[in-house]
């Protein structure tokens, strides 16, 4: 578990970015951050009638300084956040949740990133090749508004492929019809993936074929984002080889892609620790 | 000089008027980075079973104006577990704790205080009997005088602790005076309430409902007129009877209006999530809001809302 | 091509999905500088009793979070001015309206229901058994079963009209399919739900209940989830039953919510008060939200979140 | 009943003035206003937690172009409109309720106001100057700081005295302590009172005693404002001499102020009609 800080933070600028907006924000408090932690963000306002708040990936920060999130107003919290405007504070929960578990050893590695799930990939590229890891990214989205991160991500890696659905940028199809073949030819033995739960779910199966080790920042609906709620669970194989519903808020959002039981998402599997017996408990 | 802010609940003292909710802190440690979590009045841990258990399947929760429904189905790691890792934390760490049991049938509740009762760092027992009976076909507990009074006489017959008892209600009844006389008969040494009213979203999209577990439990500010309702109901039925009160508490100025209508103490639950440091900031501003009032103490306005 | 919204309650038909709620529109006038009435699905009246009623006394109402709470006391000038003045405006402007009526005891609803079953304009009636029964230690007739059916059957008896009888049925019980039972036993062509839910807030200045009346009932989009609940426990019961839907809808999207749990119409209340022009803009914008998901009408989405 | 409009609003300014805010806002469908008007002002934006709307005076409007109202940040719905700003849109429906009564004849009148009650009062003085009135004005406040409208005042009266309860500015005391003597002095026939209750109430008792008319503005707590909910009741006696619970929102605000029953308001009189007999009804 992080140590989380609960900061007020004055919004420094709020822009969009294609079909995102990118939020930077004053942080004099915030500790530092490793990739793949995530902030939570209070919307609505005092009084307002929204209780939760919001998960975003950390996209960059400077500890003490500065935090960046990207984010798609969605919701009604989503669509509060992009109402506000420079000077005004919100209140941050930063930084939380488990990072990606960076390799020991000078591996080539692939960052595969569906839409805004780009959003922490520069930050792991960086640290990745400041181990001297070769770095590979693959960002795919629905259409080319959609992609986040193309020109920076670029200059952070070995190379970039960009995959649309509907062929707007780059190779039509999905970032899985590219990955096999780029991971047999640099020889990945790591792929990096942020996105919606169905891209995580294949790409976690095309790196276990490749042999290569994964690891998938999940998206679950959070009510509290520290660990106290019980409402972000998905069913994850541990170490003993038993499944357990486990919070993806704190044992999370980074999982190894082997032990997220994908097609179980959303569902108690049978076997899992504590399932009712049928019949019911 | 600022208001004593210490109160009770039946033998318990607590040092602060501000404890969590069932559910709403887990066992506490996960407040601790935002908190010194022994100075608040209790830990109320979330409701424990004597087996493991996985809960219901995801979606889990639904935002709704100024509430939530979760439909968390008791997820937990079993009494043995529970004792070993959650309760040592907190008896290490000083913290004024309440274990919250439920149970499948009223045997398990039973089962549960017997073995709580022995255990030190049990400072009170909550008795969530707002959950499912499975023997009286998934019937509450708590929707029935009858079967809370069952409940309780079980749990106090093994209760061989000086640590209150209290029961924790749902607002799901006719009549909330009701019950509260049962299990008061039945030997509480106190009541929580409330706990969640049942409710639904409809994800129009799919066309079924949100949560997985179809219903769940509508908490947080949007349910507050009925908690104080049912608390005010039931200190003017009962006013010796301790109350732990709690229904959408986000300030010192709710947690005010629960004290008048006569609880002892309160819980913050769903408000946590939002802001984890309430229960601390809640206290302050409670002991704030009774010194512009020109109260030396939070005891003299337990109730008082009975009074004019 | 835009869906088809219109609907029936029983054998009544509407041209239109969204109805007034009692007591959230008087009867109907003062709406009539913010829409044409009679494009409504129909104008339900604020309850109306036999003799004129001065109401309870103010503060009446309470904001809370996402809600209210009110205590009118069903102030009212009688049956024979409501026939006089309200009703044959309504008439005369060529509204559908449903009157809602309340009794202090069941003979009163007898009373209202053979006045009304001889008078013209009546388009249906809804009976508000949500009301204290003064007979029995001001019980509310909605939250016991028998003397919900009573009521019932006396209206049923005198009621020598083809419009359809609905029961408005109270949340503040612990089974409502059991009450939803009973009134259809006793004979009703269809059940509004829901009314609202007994809450209190605390005026903590002067220590005491806020609302003149104490208690209040709490509604708007707080109360949603409660009664999109209650409404798809009683459709999966009684699946032919007609149901008119209410608690808190805002927009089209709650309103669908409504449909797909099984209400064939709803009413907007609490929200009318915030924007006037409520029930005519959420009509449109259920038809919108019908149309983007491809559905070609109203009717074949009504309870249809049972199915998956 | 007047017909109102429901309207968005774009926001011109809103500055301070004195412990108030003063709003000008666009209002290009805004109707003919009579003084007395009021506007209901939706609060805390789309799917914020405040349901009901916020009842303020109409200060002064320009049919068709404008709109101005004079307000307290007092509890949350204020508050937040006091945050808004220059450019956002609210959604207002004026004209509301019925208005002051004006005199046949062009006799003396006494305005009485007591803090923001003051805001009706310019366009008041205005029309009753315009029908020959010689026009008085009396404005309290608890301090000076509450006090609103001095200047404006002046220009547009024939004599205008200020008391504050702590002396800070005028006549230490209540805008009774000079009532009686002004009227007697000016024969003044009809008074216009707007501001708290008890203070409609003294003066009404001053106007009764000096023979002269007077128009109470009344400040209810509502939930609507246009009729259709109830909550906005005070015993008021009718032509017929029967008391009954009558709307503040549309039979009001302003009411005679000898047939509002002020000691019972927050009661339900015994002799009201349709009052519970004694025992419950
Ligand atoms: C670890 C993590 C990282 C995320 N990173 C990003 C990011 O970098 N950029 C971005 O745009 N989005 C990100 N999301 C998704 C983002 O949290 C949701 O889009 C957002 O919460 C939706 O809020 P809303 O107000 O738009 O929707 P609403 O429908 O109003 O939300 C209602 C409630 O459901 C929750 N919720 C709804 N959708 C989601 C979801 N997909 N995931 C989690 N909770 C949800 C909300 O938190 C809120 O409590 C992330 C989610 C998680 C869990
Ligand atoms: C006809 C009329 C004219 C008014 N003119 C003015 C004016 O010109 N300037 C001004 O500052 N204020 C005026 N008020 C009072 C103003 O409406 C309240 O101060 C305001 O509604 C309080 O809202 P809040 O958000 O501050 O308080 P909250 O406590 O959040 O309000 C909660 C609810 O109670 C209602 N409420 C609370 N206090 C009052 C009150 N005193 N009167 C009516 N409703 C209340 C609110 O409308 C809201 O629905 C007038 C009131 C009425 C009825
Ligand atoms: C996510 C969640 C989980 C909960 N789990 C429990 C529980 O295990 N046992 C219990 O007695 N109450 C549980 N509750 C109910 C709370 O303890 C509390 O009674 C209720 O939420 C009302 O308070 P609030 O509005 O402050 O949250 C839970 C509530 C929530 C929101
Ligand atoms: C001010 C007010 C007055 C009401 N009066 C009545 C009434 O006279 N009869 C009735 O059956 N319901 C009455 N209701 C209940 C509503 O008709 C409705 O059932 C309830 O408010 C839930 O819907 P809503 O949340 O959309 O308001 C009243 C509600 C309010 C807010
Ligand atoms: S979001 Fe609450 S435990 Fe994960
Ligand atoms: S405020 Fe609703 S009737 Fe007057």
Redesign the pocket.
Known sequence: MSTAKQMKCTIRSLEPVGE??HLILDAPEMPEVQPGH?A?VA?GGVGGG??????????KSEPGETLE?????????????ATQSAGDVIDVIAP??KPFVLPRQPVACVLVAG???A??MELLAQQLRARGCRVDVVLGAATQEKLFGVLSLKGVSDSLTVTTDDGTSGVRGRVTDVLAELMTRNESKAVYA?GPMAMLQAVAAVAQENGAFSQC???????C?IGVCMT?VLPVIGDDGVTRMVR??VE??VFRGDRVRWNDVDTIPQDTFGAPSPGGH | MSPDLTTSLGSLQLGAPTLTASGCAAAGKELAQFGDVSTLGAVVTKSIMMQPRSGRATPR???TPSG?LNSIGLQGPGIEVFLEKDLAWLHENNVTTIVSIAGNNVEEFGELARILAKVPGVDGLEVNISCPNVESRGQVFACNPVSAAQVIETVRSVWHSDAPVLAKLSPDVTDIVEIAHSVVEAGVDGVSMINTLLGMVIDVDGMKPMLGGRTGGLSGPAIRPVAVRAIYQVHAAIPHLPILGMGGIRTGHDALEFIAAGASAVSIGTVVFGDPSAPWRIATELGQELESRGYNSLSEVIGLAHQN
Chains 1, 4 share one sequence.
Do not use: D
Request: contains cysteine; glycine residues 14%; proline residues 4%.
């Open positions: 995102y907006l995530f939570a919307v929204m209780l939760l708040r919001r998960a975003f990936s950390i996209h999130l990207i984010f798609a107003a969605h919701g009604q919290g989503t669509q509060w956040l939380l949740g839409g805004y799930g959003a922490p942020c920042a999940v998206e679950e609906s959070m009510a984002g972000c993806s808020c999370g959002p | 929760m639904a935002e939530m």
